[in-house]
């Protein structure tokens, strides 16, 4: 009889063959959309302006020979502490960490980073590592200040994308999550991969929801009304009311421009127009646009008069 956490070895064949192929598919798409591109498609990466930075950074650095031989002692002073640490601790010792992550760093929540021996040197080796490699890029004396910005900001993004929770070998909690589930859980992960792909045709677009969890007229935008007027940057819609009387001033509300108005119309019993319709106010609100780049040229301006005034 097959343990409960033992994954059909058939059903988990079919599932990788199949994730396989839209693998290869997505590969495709990408390569053919990069053939197709004009060069007009947003991108935050300039490869040669963040190269020339670090080229510059590297030039500064060797031009201080002192500061990096600092840099570097101190480098090899903490990693020979944290091997201190290791080995009172390896003798039953007491021994208290040479870093904690920061506050908020999620990253290292799961008990096994501090408990665990071999955890708790992974993760102060990295934690000591990293501080070591933004802080020797930080204020480099002879830097220009928009190459500077951009070797720190690149410092760190380099820095987080290796830290040992992102690695299935070296994270425990994902160890445990795949021995309990038989590695369905990699899998999983892989379809999840492939979707936000598929989604972003070729790009990462990560899903931050449940896209099928909000249905219009149930769990958003559940009270009734209609588009009366519209133009260029605005819909205005106007709810019914649901009182025999009404107020003789109406009551218009002007969303924020990110256009979440209907945070303000989810369910009947945290409804915030529903209530006021319930009060025996006409409700109207303004519902923005998205912008587009035929939109580039509008300001604050615009969206005052062709947005409350024109309401």
């Given at each position: 009889?097959?343990?409960?956490?033992?994954?059909?070895?058939?059903?988990?064949?079919?599932?990788?063959?199949?994730?396989?192929?839209?693998?290869?598919?997505?590969?495709?798409?990408?390569?053919?959309?990069?053939?197709?591109?004009?060069?007009?498609?947003?991108?935050?990466?300039?490869?040669?302006?963040?190269?020339?930075?670090?080229?510059?950074?590297?030039?500064?650095?060797?031009?201080?020979?002192?500061r990096?031989?600092?840099?570097?002692?101190?480098?090899?002073?903490?990693?020979?502490?944290?091997?201190?640490?290791?080995?009172?601790?390896?003798?039953?010792?007491?021994?208290?960490?040479?870093?904690?992550?920061?506050?908020?760093?999620?990253?290292?929540?799961?008990?096994?980073?501090?408990?665990?021996?071999?955890?708790?040197?992974?993760?102060?080796?990295?934690?000591?590592?990293?501080?070591?490699?933004?802080?020797l890029?930080?204020d480099?004396?002879?830097?220009?200040?928009?190459?500077?910005?951009?070797?720190e900001?690149?410092?760190?993004?380099?820095?987080?994308?290796?830290?040992?929770?992102n690695?299935?070998?070296?994270?425990?909690?994902?160890?445990?999550?795949?021995?309990?589930?038989?590695?369905?859980?990699?899998?999983?992960?892989?379809?999840?991969?492939?979707?936000?792909?598929?989604?972003?045709?070729?790009?990462?677009?990560?899903?931050?929801?449940?896209?099928?969890?909000?249905?219009?007229?149930?769990?958003?935008?559940?009270?009734?009304g209609?588009?009366?007027?519209?133009?260029?940057?605005?819909?205005?819609i106007?709810?019914?009311?649901?009182?025999?009387?009404?107020?003789?001033?109406?009551?218009?509300?002007?969303?924020?421009?990110?256009?979440?108005?209907?945070?303000?119309?989810?369910?009947?019993?945290?409804?915030?127009?529903?209530?006021?319709?319930?009060?025996?106010?006409?409700?109207?609100?303004i519902?923005?646009?998205?912008?587009?780049?035929?939109?580039?040229?509008?300001?604050?301006?615009?969206?005052?008069?062709?947005?409350?005034?024109?309401?």
């Open positions: 009889m097959r343990d409960a956490q033992t994954p059909d070895p058939g059903a988990a064949a079919e599932q990788l063959a199949a994730l396989t192929e839209r693998s290869q598919r997505l590969v495709q798409a990408f390569w053919q959309r990069q053939a197709e591109a004009d060069g007009g498609e947003f991108s935050i990466a300039n490869p040669s302006a963040v190269g020339r930075a670090f080229l510059a950074l590297g030039t500064q650095l060797l031009a201080n020979p002192t990096l031989a600092e840099a570097q002692a101190e480098l090899w002073r903490e990693g020979l502490a944290l091997w201190q640490s290791m080995l009172q601790r390896l003798q039953g010792q007491p021994a208290e960490p040479l870093i904690e992550p920061e506050r908020g760093d999620r990253r290292f929540k799961d008990e096994a980073w501090t408990e665990e021996l071999v955890y708790d040197y992974l993760k102060q080796s990295y934690l000591l590592s990293a501080r070591w490699l933004r802080t890029v930080k480099v004396p002879g830097l220009e200040p928009g190459d500077q910005q951009k070797v900001f690149y410092t760190r993004q380099f820095t987080s994308a290796l830290a040992p929770s690695f299935v070998l070296t994270n425990p909690a994902v160890l445990r999550k795949t021995k309990e589930t038989g590695g369905q859980n990699l899998i999983d992960g892989l379809k999840h991969l492939l979707d936000d792909l598929e989604r972003g045709r070729g790009r990462l677009k990560i899903s931050m929801t449940d896209e099928h969890a909000f249905e219009v007229g149930r769990n958003v935008a559940s009270s009734p209609k588009v009366v007027f519209q133009n260029g940057l605005m819909q205005l106007q709810y019914s009311p649901s009182t025999e009387q009404v107020y003789r001033r109406p009551f218009l509300i002007v969303p924020h421009w990110i256009n979440k108005f209907y945070i303000l119309d989810l369910q009947p019993k945290n409804s915030l127009i529903k209530y006021a319709v319930d009060q025996g106010h006409t409700v109207f609100v519902s923005w646009v998205n912008p587009t780049r035929d939109l580039a040229a509008k300001d604050f301006s615009d969206y005052m008069r062709d947005g409350p005034l024109a309401a």
